[in-house]
């Protein structure tokens, strides 16, 4: 490789260790990975439950899935859309009845690594002659091709066209998105089914790592060559999927190689949109194909490193990156001009060979000054450095939340018929269970996820507003989910209890939710809409720091929702909820918003209230004002509610009840002050003033 220095060896361990301390250890990259998958299964689980057919299965890509990024890099999440209503073919003979089927065209015209979609007939292995939708086009052969700007009829609100991406900007609380639109392969193109037979001169990637990457498939994704004239009509190969398989076989040393690169680039060099992490992931992988994998270990990561941004350098010098799996497309055709070209040899020149003294000029996540303090060239740490423990906490909390978050994505779907979605449930657990070791680990996630759509009790709404009674079969549906989280399942069953008139019941469920729920470390999780968490509880970091995804059940509680199919099951101060929007109002929801056609209350706020009426109901007076002071300072201390305006408004309702007036028009306002528009405090405030001035 390179003559190694003696000091080398220093460095390499001692920057291995800043590393660790940062969250690039197997134990943290195995946990984004594990949560990225998670995450994608139940996004899957979402989309085919909702019907959305024409994209059907949904890949977490990126690094954030690979577990190769830090919290101070911010990387992007990138998500991957398959079409699963088409099928791109390379030939006649695997045209595929019931889909959109698309021939693949490579030819002289196509640049390498990319091609154009011929339309075929819907009903026979035949091209389509004659099509007049401003999709297509046909060429001088008069074949009808799909344009890659079909993507732009899907791009919504506060995203935009970048590359085959429909990119949305970071906003506060929330990271920076990338989804990708893509059409599945019925087999690999013949240019990265060369890769797979091709004979490798060195230990990686193993026959193995081939064999699981040809079980993946490959897609095209929707956008042209920089350098060609057709671009509009041309379709990039990805095989995104076998490239996340090859990640998931680096060793550590590899995968801090990979950070540091993005880390130097993001400082020194700050330019993206030239050199792209795509391009050094693919040099590394370029690197670990042509060098032992003796020398990618811990105390040589120095001079991995300088070797991998020799070799990016070279890529500079020549314009010819190489796509590792489809070698003929050269990642840097096009990229930039000559003036860019010899700025950025220059900056490169400054780092090569990089030394030490470079990397303390490393602001992100304060490596430079974490690896001074290695090194005792400093003494004084800077207040707002964390401790390794501390990283890890704030790391495996985000994780943890994001899994919450789309477990309560899946409730979006909608008020279904129970009987229509319960199969599909079974059907996609069932699938999951019969998958790899990952889908394995997913699948334990998917009995929750079954849990939350058996929670909908449209049944029961129907039987307590007839005879006040709940069926048999309603209750099984509704203990089947208990165990989704700490309390919002419960406390549905104590809803439905109270308004059937079971109050002693109620009482019982209420008191065992209380003892359960421990406030100093239990998290309330919101997702109805993009609600920024404010801050995480230390016993809550702590918990997921221990346990990962397994303790989700445990330490978070998801917002209680009711659909207006459910409203008989709700009290009537909740019940406002549902009606919380004039015809103004509705003018002024956004995309998302129809949680709001439901009540929903966080889970806390609601158990202090039902225990409100409980025990107001039971005459227990003492208990009851007990009650009602814990919703008061909930509301008050509680930094996370997702629906504290709602929380007011049944705070206010509660002060009306004690003769309050006053104080219920204060919750009301400052409810307003929440929420100024599709809010019920406007009904509650009109409803006050007129009994008080009555």
């Known amino acids: 490789m390179f003559h190694t220095p003696d000091y080398y060896h220093n460095i390499s361990m001692r920057l291995s260790a800043v590393l660790d301390d940062i969250g690039v250890n197997e134990n943290i990259v195995l946990k984004r990975r594990r949560t990225a998958l998670l995450n994608e299964t139940m996004q899957t689980i979402r989309i085919r439950a909702n019907g959305e057919q024409s994209t059907g299965t949904v890949y977490n890509l990126g690094s ?23 099928i791109v073919i390379q030939d006649l003979s695997e045209w595929t009845p019931s889909k959109y089927n698309f021939l693949m065209i490579q030819n002289e015209t196509t640049p390498p690594g990319y091609c154009r979609l011929q339309l075929l007939r819907p009903n026979a292995p035949l091209p389509l002659t004659h099509q007049t939708d401003n999709d297509f086009v046909t060429d001088t052969q008069g074949r009808i091709l799909l344009k890659n700007t079909i993507i732009d009829t899907v791009i919504e609100e506060g995203e935009q066209r970048q590359g085959p991406s429909l990119a949305s900007a970071a906003k506060l609380g929330f990271l920076a998105s990338d989804s990708v639109l893509a059409y599945p392969c019925k087999s690999w ?12 001169t060195n230990a990686w990637p193993t026959a193995e790592m081939k064999r699981y990457a040809k079980s993946t498939e490959c897609f095209v994704v929707g956008v042209g060559s920089r350098a060609s004239e057709n671009a509009a009509i041309e379709w990039r190969l990805s095989t995104s999927l076998a490239e996340r398989c090859l990640v998931f076989s680096l060793n550590i040393t590899q995968i801090k190689c990979y950070i540091l690169m993005k880390m130097i680039l993001k400082t020194y060099i700050n330019v993206e949109s030239y050199i792209s992490s795509f391009m050094c992931k693919t040099v590394l992988f370029h690197c670990i194909a042509s060098k032992p994998l003796c020398v990618w270990k811990e105390c040589n990561i120095f001079n991995c490193l300088n070797y991998c941004l020799f070799t990016l350098n070279n890529c500079l010098l020549n314009e010819h990156c190489p796509h590792f799996i489809v070698h003929e497309n050269n990642l840097m055709a096009g990229k930039f001009s000559a003036e860019i070209k ?30 001074q303090i290695k090194f005792n060239m400093i003494n004084e740490v800077h207040h707002d450095i964390q ?27 909608g008020d279904r018929n129970l009987e229509t979605l319960l199969p599909k449930v079974i059907q996609l657990e069932r699938y999951y269970r019969a998958g790899d070791i990952l889908g394995k680990t997913d699948s334990m996630q998917t009995s929750n996820t079954s849990a939350l759509y058996l929670n909908r009790i449209s049944d029961s709404s129907q039987n307590i507003q007839i005879n006040s009674t709940v069926s048999p079969q309603a ?12 309390a919002s399942s419960r406390l549905k069953l104590a809803s439905i209890m109270f308004c059937a008139g079971n109050a002693e019941i109620t009482a019982s469920i209420l008191s065992h939710i209380e003892e359960q729920y421990k406030i100093e470390v239990i998290e309330p999780i919101c997702y109805c809409y993009n609600f920024n968490t404010h801050y995480i509880k230390g016993g809550f970091c702590q918990l997921s720091s221990q346990y990962g995804v397994e303790a989700l059940k445990h330490i978070v509680a998801f917002c209680v929702k009711f659909f207006t199919s459910e409203i008989n099951c709700v009290p009537h101060e909740l019940q406002f909820e549902m009606f919380r929007s004039t015809q103004e109002d509705l003018l002024h929801r956004g995309r998302g918003d129809d949680w709001m056609d ?10 202090y209230f039902l225990q409100y ?60 002050h929440l929420r100024e528009r599709n809010n019920a405090a406007r009904f509650h405030i009109c409803r006050c003033l007129a009994n008080t001035i009555s």
């Not at 030394?355 to 000054?369: A, M, T, V």
Request: aromatic share 6%; with cysteine; charged share 20%.
């Open 475 to 486: 209750l099984r549906w509704i203990e089947a989910g208990l165990d989704s989280d700490v």
């Open 387 to 413: 401790q390794p423990d501390e990283y890890t906490m704030v790391v495996t909390s985000y994780l943890l939340q994001n899994i919450a978050q789309v477990v309560l994505k899946i409730e979006k779907v």
């Open 613 to 672: 009426k409980t025990y107001s109901f039971l005459q227990r007076p003492e208990e009851q004002q007990q009650a009602l002071n814990k919703l008061g300072w909930v509301i008050r201390t509680e930094h996370n509610l997702g629906h504290r305006e709602t929380a007011l408004n049944l705070l206010g309702q509660c002060m009306e009840q004690e003769n309050r007036h006053v104080d219920a028009l204060q919750c009301y306002m400052s409810s307003l």
């Open 64 to 86: 954030q899935s690979e577990g190769t990024t830090t919290q101070g890099l911010q990387s992007d999440s990138d998500t991957l859309g398959c079409m699963d209503d088409n």
């Open 189 to 200: 193109p013949q240019s990265p089914r060369a890769w797979l037979h091709q004979q490798e």
């Open 598 to 607: 439901g009540a929903v209350v966080d889970s806390l706020p609601y158990l």
């Open 342 to 371: 010899q700025q950025l040899l220059e900056i490169m020149s400054t780092l090569i060979p990089f030394d030490g003294i470079s990397l303390c000029g490393i602001q992100i996540d304060n490596l430079g000054e974490r690896l």
